[in-house]
C-alpha cells in the first residue's frame, strides 16, 4: 500500500511559478516510479510528468516541456513538481501517483495508487 498527499497548489497570475509537492508513506519509496496527472474542468485526466525510482529518467508531456521539471528525494519520501511560465491552460487539479506494478508511464491506467490532488489556478 502507499498513501499520497499533494500540497503547494493555489491560484497563481500568468507567468508565475509553482512548486507541488507529494509526501508518500507506506511502501518504500525508493522502490517505484512516480507521476503527476492533471484534470481540467470537462476534461479528462491527462499526463503531465513521470520519474523512475532513483531519478535517472524522466518523462514530460509536450505541453510542459521546458517549463515544468519533476524530482524526487528518497531520503524525505517526497516527489516535487516545480512549474514556471504558467498558463491559464495549466489550471486543473494535479494529482500524483504510485506506479508500483504498472506498465505505461503515460497513462493513468499505469499507475496503482493516487492521491487526492491539489488545485492550481492561473489567472490571465
Known amino acids: 500500500q502507499v498513501q499520497l498527499v499533494e500540497s503547494g497548489g493555489g491560484l497563481v497570475e500568468a507567468g508565475a511559478s509553482l512548486r507541488l509537492s507529494c509526501a508518500a508513506s507506506g511502501r518504500t519509496f525508493s522502490s517505484y516510479g512516480m507521476g503527476w496527472f492533471r484534470q481540467a474542468p470537462g476534461k479528462e485526466r491527462e499526463f503531465v510528468a513521470a520519474i523512475t525510482w532513483n531519478g535517472g529518467n524522466t518523462y514530460y508531456a509536450d505541453s510542459v516541456k521546458g517549463r515544468f521539471t519533476i524530482s524526487r528525494h528518497n531520503a524525505k519520501n517526497t516527489m516535487y513538481l516545480q512549474m514556471i511560465s504558467l498558463k491559464p491552460e495549466d489550471t486543473a487539479v494535479y494529482y500524483c501517483?504510485?506506479?508500483?506494478?504498472?506498465?505505461?508511464?503515460?497513462?493513468?491506467?499505469?499507475?496503482?495508487?493516487w492521491g487526492q490532488g491539489t488545485q492550481v489556478t492561473v489567472s490571465s
Open positions: 501517483a504510485a506506479r508500483v506494478y504498472g506498465s505505461s508511464w503515460f497513462h493513468e491506467n499505469g499507475y496503482d495508487y
